[in-house]
């Protein structure tokens, strides 16, 4: 018989500063929730977004479409969002990028997905030490209600950030089910935050329309790109010199050693 899934316990964080507790929670956890981030209004306009997204590039099934920003001005405002963005500045300091920024869906009636750690296909980051580094802070917009199990959620392994053993083989073959599994439960409009090593995969989904969840991974300046090659040269002609900044787009980033980044741009630098 399958554990029932845990979804009592919430690391619930409030819009913008970064406070102690979230500090504690984050460590400890390795994720945040944070509710009414977006209004619904704002929902809506990057609901209907995504699915244009994801229409444009006709899409079947699970699916992701990336760097949806550019043409989107209801994504782009949520590149450098005040409620998300001091969260991230409070663990990288000022110098990061936006690595990618990729809309998902999961099909109506979807099931579960696979238990992963986020990471490079090309290098496993367990390589580079323990506790695994963040290299990639994830800020996922919920856009369709998540507030009850088996709405498309993510389901976390708490602390499993910190764990020096790998999930059993056997569980990620055969995507099952654990006792300390945590569902994510939350409305529309509300943020997961979370760190690259946590174990985490997408939950059942049974409601009879397409889940949509907004993706934003935020990485040093020297990781690669993940959703494009380059930049759009039109975007950034019409982006804010916060999102200029943040699409990593300064002199010689071949450079070593970030040679040519730019001093940070924050309007409290």
């Not at 979807?110 to 030490?129: E, N, P, R, T, V």
Request: negative net charge.
């Amino acid at each position: 018989m399958a554990a029932e899934p845990h979804q009592g316990l919430q690391a619930v964080s409030e819009p913008g500063a970064f406070t102690e507790l979230d500090r504690f929670m984050f460590e400890s956890w390795g994720y945040l929730v944070i509710p009414n981030v977006l209004t619904a209004e704002q929902v809506q306009a990057c609901l209907e977004a995504s699915v244009r997204l994801h229409e444009k590039e006709g899409t079947e099934g699970w699916a992701q479409v990336g760097r949806g920003f550019e043409t989107e001005p209801a994504l782009d405002a949520l590149v450098d969002h005040p409620s998300v963005l001091p969260k991230v500045r409070a663990l990288y300091g000022d110098r990061f990028i936006l690595q990618s920024a990729w809309c998902t869906k999961q099909p109506a009636f979807g099931g579960f997905g696979g238990w992963h750690q986020d990471g490079s296909g090309a290098y496993d980051f367990k390589k580079l030490g323990y506790p695994v580094p963040l290299l990639q802070l994830r800020a996922s917009y919920l856009l369709t209600d998540q507030s009850l199990p088996r709405m498309g959620n993510m389901e976390m392994i708490p602390g499993s950030h910190r764990a020096q053993v790998p999930l059993p083989p056997d569980l990620r073959k055969e995507k099952g089910d654990l006792p300390i599994g945590h569902v994510i439960c939350a409305p529309a409009g509300s943020v997961l935050l979370f760190h690259n090593a946590v174990w985490h995969r997408t939950y059942a989904h049974d409601g009879d329309y397409d889940r949509y969840t907004m993706h934003y991974i935020y990485s040093p300046p020297w990781v690669r790109f993940s959703d494009r090659f380059a930049n759009d040269p039109d975007y950034l002609a019409r982006a804010t010199p916060v999102r200029r900044y943040l699409a990593g787009e300064y002199e010689r980033p071949d450079a070593p050693f970030g040679a040519g980044y730019p001093a940070s741009v924050f309007d409290d630098e």
